[in-house]
Structure formats: C-alpha cells, structure tokens
C-alpha cells in the first residue's frame, strides 16, 4: 500500500435548504470555496458535517456528487460510520468503488461494545476496501467506547490498509504510545490531529489535520498547520492560542453553520435535532467573532 | 525571575525493608543518587514514592531525612496531599518548620469536590504557609475533578505563593487553556508535566516535570528536557519514543515494576507495600530484558 498523506483536511459542513434537503448548489460553491482557501483534502460527511443526520441514500448521494465536483483536484476521505459493522462496510465498499481516496470510520453508535468487537468492527469496515483506511477516535462524542494504543495495533495486524488514527482525544498518552509502537510496525502509520489543537500532537509527530474551522477560518488555520508541519512549533503557540479560542465558540454544528452565515457563506441551520442559536444568539455570536476572523475570507 | 522548579525533577521511591518497615539508609542513598545524578529539584513523597500507604509520622521523618540529606544542593519540596485535608494541612506546616523550600499538593481525594470547593482548599492551604505551592491536577485519577483555567487564574490572583501546577491530565486542551491563562497573570509560573511527556508540553509553556523513570535512566530524562528545551525535535521525539517504552514498561503495577527495575539497575530498595504487589522474578527478568533491549543498561549508571 503506497502511504497517504492527507495533509490539512477540510471537513465541510452539509448546507441545508429550508425545507430540510441537501442544497447542492450551495455545496457545489462551499467545495470550491473550500478548495480555493488551502485544503489539500476533504474529509465528508463527518460529524460536523451531520452524516448521523443523512440516510445512508443521502450520504452515498453526497460523496457522489462531492466527487464530481472536485473532479480529481484534490483526494477526498469519504467518513463510514454506523451502528451495524455490515452497513458501514456497506458504504466504505460504495465509496471506494465511486473514486474515494480513503476511508475514515469511528465505533459503532449506540452499543459500547468491548474492545475485542471494536477490533471485529474496524476490520469488517477496513477489510471491505483496498484504500487507507482511517480510524477516527473521539471519546467525548462516543461514550463507553474507548480506543487503546493496544488495540490499534491488533488492528495493525488484520488490517493491511490500516493507516493511521485520526485523533480527537487530545489524550498525550495515547498519541505517544501509540507513535511509539505503530511506527515500529507499520512505517508511514499517521497520526492525524482530529481537532485544531494541532500543536501538542505536531511535537508528537502528527502529520495532518482535520479541520472543520477551517470553512470560517481557512488562513489562521493553514497558517497553524504549516508552522506545526515545519516543526516551527515554538512560533505556532499564537496562532494555536487563537484557533483555541475560536474553537471553544464553535465546537457544535449549530454555532459553526452561524458563523459562516456571518462570514457570508450561508448553508442554512442543521436538520434536528440540533439546533441552531436564535437570531439574538447568532447576532451575538457573530459580533464576538468579528475581531477574530478580521482577516478571513467573507462569501463563498 | 525565572521559576526555581524547572527540568525533570526527580521525585524518589520509598525504600522498604522486607518487613515493609522504612529503610533509612537505603533512602538516603536514593536521595544523593538523585542529586549526583543531575535531579535540579527533589520532590518527595509523591504516589510512586507510596505517599497514601505510609503514616503521617513515618511522612514527617522521611520528609525531614530528605531535606538534611538534599542539604541544600537544590530546591526540595514536600507533597503533603493526604486523604484527610486536616493531615495536608499539618505536614504543609511541618514541610515550613523543618525548612522545605516549597510543596505540593493535589485535589483533595475521594470526595469530588466541587470547583468552590477545591478554590477554598487551596485558599486555606496556600494561606496556612509562606512557602511556595505546586499545586496538582490530575482529573483521570480523581473522577474528573480538576484545575480549571478559570479556577487556576482565580487562585493566582489570590495567592502570591501559588507558583505552579504539576499538569496530568496529559490533554492538549486542557494543558493548552491552564497555560494561556496562568501565564498571562504570572510570567514565570511553572507549568510542570505529571511524568516525563515533555515532548507535547514544552511547545505550549511547559518547563519540566516530575519523573516516573529518573531512579533507572537519569541521563535520559536530561538529553530529552535539553532536546525539547533547544527545540531539537526530530532528536526530542526519538527519545520521548523511548522514555514512552520505559513508562509502559513501569507503570504497571506503578510503582512496584520501578522497583524491580532499579534492582536490575543495581539500586535495590525493597518490597512495595500492599495493596500494590512487589515484582516477582519472573517480572524482574521481563524488566532486565526489556532494559537490554532499549539499551539502558548501556547508556545508564549501575550501582549507586
């Protein structure tokens, strides 16, 4: 398997219409955009993008369309996550079939299986491709399940196409042993930073990010990744210390599609049940983020 | 001016005699070990020194054994966090009376105290003391309850002797948010890592820690600090990867495997006490190999 590097990884939001369908006219100019402001890849639907909000019709029908758009631009890492390890296998095999460059997936939802059917999950989700496969871990939205270093590398061992782990725990441990010892297994095993608190695992030895801040604030954030990426982390701390803050106004679906209302790229409120602010905490919202995001990009 | 508590600082085991009793000469042995061998600060009795499984006289003797053994060659500090918070208040004093030159103390434990709670506690510690606090965040261990920014910039605020926080939550976020804000109010307050990951804090703040590892590989705790502190990082990562095999290798059953290591290593201090177990044979041998393997025997001192 020749080693994948998805570099800064954009993960778009899915723009909705007002009676609740997927707006594909505002997602054709959201991609572009996206493309435009310094991705070197996309990662879709993730969560932030709601893909536990669309059918399993309307995520394939999505990753379609996403990949007609970009049309080869860039390398798009189609995100399989389910309950069922055989629908989400499912869907990795369709993705793969339909041009995608990788697989991410995360735990099962729902059951909080033990780590032994964890393993049983990944490998059913992996063995169903021939591309990269990507484990997503994220502890705080998948409660009970936990992800070890241990277990990634069993995961090693079954899965050829194994690839790396896109990380959301922000756990120091974790990464650390995890590099430690997959590295000595598998050269080229990524670490990829699963939120913008790029820095911590830059010095560990991530070498990508997936950002969904990266459609209100593509600059700050590129500029964050390649400090991080030319080891210059000492220099990266303000722009860390910026993204940090940003990021503690914009963690859900709702306040993130707010804020890019604000910065004229609408793509509507998310589909319940989440829920977006009110007009007052979307106005409010709006004039706290102005004097950050000064130099961002307004419109698509 | 720069902070006194900075680099690995090496907080020492707890000899024991076979029949769990302290062994005096052998601690005092570990404690100029740690000195000669480049600690730039010694902490003591920290969890892997088995501070909760030891009384608070036998607490009171060690801590005045270190501070006449140390005698000053660097900075010493008490951790004085015990289960009753009226027994943390009387080894803070007596950490003042027999001339420490500072403590540490964690949350208090069990009780999951409330954020108003923790706030009064380091309050009426800090205030009990003129001796500068460290104080201890460890939210895995403590069922979430932790320092928060908010909290931290709060008590500096308040408490002029309250210099900094030995950080294990091990979380970027987390470390990220305790180092803007405490930093911002105190230039030099020290933002310790709780064991060797120098490699993810330095870059956000940090300018040291505390030491799982010191009692076996000294040398290596000081080539990875001085790595990460000249920004050496492909160098730094290689040896935070392999400061990473050894904390795997230890901290199971933390801190018996230690002191199983440190016999392979020539320094040997004894049992552990229950309810930990002490290292059998077997694991000594899986530990001797381990240590060949990484070559530590190689590149570490032997003997005391």
Request: hydrophobic share 45%; with cysteine.
């Amino acid at each position: 398997m020749s080693v994948f590097e998805p570099g800064l990884v954009h993960t778009p939001v899915t723009p909705f219409t007002r009676d609740n369908r997927i707006d594909y006219d505002t997602f054709g100019r959201l991609i572009e955009f996206h493309l435009r402001s310094g991705a070197d890849s996309l990662a879709l639907p993730t969560h932030i993008g709601e893909s536990v909000s669309l059918t399993d019709e309307e995520q394939r029908a999505l990753l379609a369309f996403a990949i007609r758009q970009v049309n080869g631009r860039k390398p798009i890492i189609a995100h399989a996550s389910d309950a069922g390890s055989a629908i989400a296998a499912d869907r990795a095999r369709h993705a793969q079939e339909l041009g995608a460059a990788a697989i991410v997936a995360t735990t099962p939802y729902y059951w909080t299986p033990p780590p032994h059917m964890i393993i049983e999950h990944f490998a059913a989700i992996g063995s169903a491709v021939t591309i990269p496969f990507f484990v997503y871990n994220s502890p705080e939205e998948m409660p009970g399940t936990r992800i070890t270093a241990d277990l990634c590398l069993k995961l090693i061992d079954r899965l050829p196409n194994f690839a790396g782990v896109v990380d959301l725990s922000l756990d120091w441990q974790f990464m650390i042993e995890l590099l430690t010892y997959a590295e000595r297994k598998r050269g080229g095993f990524a670490l990829i930073a699963g939120t913008e608190h790029m820095m911590s695992a830059a010095a560990i030895g991530a070498t990508g990010l997936f950002s969904p801040l990266a459609g209100v604030a593509p600059k700050l954030v590129r500029k964050l990744f390649d400090s991080c990426r030319k080891d210059l982390l000492v220099k990266a701390r303000s722009d860390q210390e910026a993204v940090a803050a940003l990021r503690q106004h914009l963690k859900s679906s709702g306040s993130l599609k707010a804020a890019l209302r604000a910065m004229g790229r609408d793509c509507g409120v998310p589909r319940p049940p989440l829920q977006a602010p009110d007009a007052e905490g979307s106005r409010a919202l709006a004039a706290m983020l102005e004097p950050m995001l000064r130099d961002e990009p307004r419109g698509f | 001016m720069q902070n006194k508590f900075r680099g690995v600082m090496q907080s020492p085991i707890t000899p024991l005699k076979d029949d769990y009793s302290l062994d005096l000469p052998a601690f005092e042995k570990v404690l100029d070990f740690h000195v000669r061998t480049g600690a730039p600060a010694i902490s003591w009795p920290h969890h892997k020194g088995e501070s909760l499984s030891l009384t608070i006289p036998e607490r009171k003797r060690f801590a005045e054994a270190t501070v006449k053994v140390v005698a000053g060659r660097v900075p010493v500090t008490i951790h004085v966090s015990a289960l009753a918070v009226e027994d943390t208040m009387e080894l803070a004093q007596h950490a003042q009376k027999i001339g420490a030159d500072g403590i540490l103390a964690i949350t208090p434990y069990f009780w999951t105290p409330t954020r108003e709670a923790i706030h009064d506690y380091f309050i009426r510690l800090c205030t009990s003391i003129e001796l500068p606090v460290l104080s201890y965040n460890s939210p895995s261990y403590l069922a979430g309850v932790e320092i928060t920014g908010e909290l931290m910039s709060r008590l500096i605020e308040r408490l002029p002797n309250f210099v900094g926080v030995k950080e294990a939550s091990f979380n970027s976020e987390k470390f990220l948010e305790i180092s803007r804000v405490a930093l911002a109010l105190r230039p030099n307050f020290a933002l310790l890592t709780g064991v060797e990951f120098l490699l993810p804090s330095v870059p956000l703040g940090g300018v040291g820690s505390y030491s799982a590892a010191g009692s076996v590989c000294p040398n290596l705790c000081a080539a990875l600090f001085d790595a990460c502190m000249a920004g050496e990082w492909p160098r730094a990562r290689e040896l935070q990867y392999k400061m990473t095999r050894l904390w795997h290798l230890f901290k199971d059953q933390y801190p018996s495997s230690l002191k199983g290591g440190m016999v392979i290593m020539g320094r040997p201090v004894g049992p552990t006490r229950p309810p930990l177990p002490t290292a059998t044979k077997e694991r000594q041998a899986f530990i001797e190999k381990e240590l060949a393997d990484m070559g530590v025997l190689d590149s570490e001192p032997h003997g005391w």
